[in-house]
C-alpha cells in the first residue's frame, strides 16, 4: 500500500510562472519529508527537506510546505525555469533512515 | 556530487541466473540503501545497511540479498533472477548522524531479465 502518493504524474508550466507540485502521505507518524529531482538517466538529486514541526521552508526559489493536519505537503518553484523540467519525488521519513517515496510527477517547463 | 559509483550500469541477464550489483561510496557514508524505481511504483527501499555486516529489509526484500563487508562497498544479490526483477536499481548512501538526513543517490544500473 503506498504510503506516499503523488496523484499528479505530469504537470506542465510556462516558464517564469509558479509550478506547484502536490504529495499526499497517509501515515501519521512520518516527521521529515523531501523532495527529489531526476533526470531521465541519472540518480535522483536532494532538493529541500523539511521537519514537521515546521510548515514552511523556503531555498531560493523552492518553498516546501506541510500542512500535517491534511496530511499534504507540497513544492512550490517560483519563477520556473526549463532547467527544472525533472521528475519530482517526494519522500517521507519516521525519525530514521528510511524513506518511503511517491511515485513522482514529471514536470515539463515551456519556455 | 557525493562519490557514488554503481556497477554494472546495464546488465541483460537470463531468468534463474544469478546477478550482483556494486555500489561503491568514496564518503565513507554510514548509511547505505539499494532502491528499484518502477513505473507507477516510483523508489520502493530493498535493503539497507547502517554498518559493516550491518543489514536489514526494506519493503521489497524478498528476492534479494546484501553484504557489506567494507564500509565502502554494498552489494545486492538477486540469487535466481526473474522477469519481475526488471527495474532500474538505485543504489545511496547518508551519514545517518543523529536526525534523518538527505540520501545521495548513484546513477543507476538497468537490468533487464529476459
Known amino acids: 500500500d503506498q504510503q506516499v502518493k503523488q496523484n499528479s504524474p505530469s504537470l506542465s508550466v510556462q516558464e517564469g510562472r509558479i509550478s506547484i507540485l502536490n504529495c499526499d502521505y497517509t501515515?501519521?507518524?512520518?516527521?521529515?519529508f523531501l523532495w527529489y529531482k531526476k533526470y531521465p538517466a541519472e540518480g535522483p538529486t536532494f532538493l529541500i527537506s523539511?521537519?514537521?514541526?515546521?510548515d514552511k521552508n523556503e531555498d531560493g526559489r523552492f518553498t516546501v510546505f506541510l500542512n500535517k493536519s491534511a496530511k499534504h505537503l507540497s513544492l512550490h518553484i517560483v519563477p520556473s525555469q526549463p532547467g527544472d523540467s525533472a521528475v519530482y519525488f517526494c519522500?517521507?521519513?519516521?525519525?530514521?533512515?528510511?524513506?518511503?517515496f511517491g511515485t513522482g510527477t514529471s514536470l515539463t517547463v515551456i519556455p | 556530487d557525493a562519490g557514488i559509483t554503481q556497477s554494472p550500469r546495464h546488465k541483460v541477464t537470463e531468468t534463474g541466473t544469478p546477478v550482483t550489483l556494486r555500489c561503491h561510496q568514496t564518503?565513507?557514508?554510514?548509511?547505505m540503501y539499494w532502491y528499484r524505481q518502477d513505473p507507477g511504483h516510483g523508489l520502493r527501499l530493498i535493503h539497507y545497511s547502517y554498518g559493516v555486516k550491518d543489514t536489514d529489509k526494506g519493503e521489497v526484500s524478498d528476492g534479494y540479498s546484501v553484504s557489506r563487508s567494507k564500509t565502502e562497498d554494498f552489494l545486492l544479490t538477486l540469487e535466481s533472477a526473474t522477469s519481475s526483477q526488471t527495474s532500474v536499481y538505485f543504489c545511496?548512501?547518508?551519514?545517518?548522524?543523529?536526525?534523518?538526513?538527505?540520501?545521495?543517490f548513484g546513477p543507476g544500473t538497468r537490468l533487464t531479465v529476459t
Open positions: 545511496a548512501i547518508s551519514e545517518g548522524v543523529g536526525v534523518p538526513d538527505e540520501q545521495y
Open positions: 519522500a517521507a521519513s519516521i525519525t530514521g533512515n528510511q524513506f518511503y
Open positions: 501515515n501519521s507518524m512520518f516527521d521529515y
Open positions: 523539511i521537519s514537521s514541526i515546521k
Open positions: 564518503e565513507n557514508h554510514r548509511y
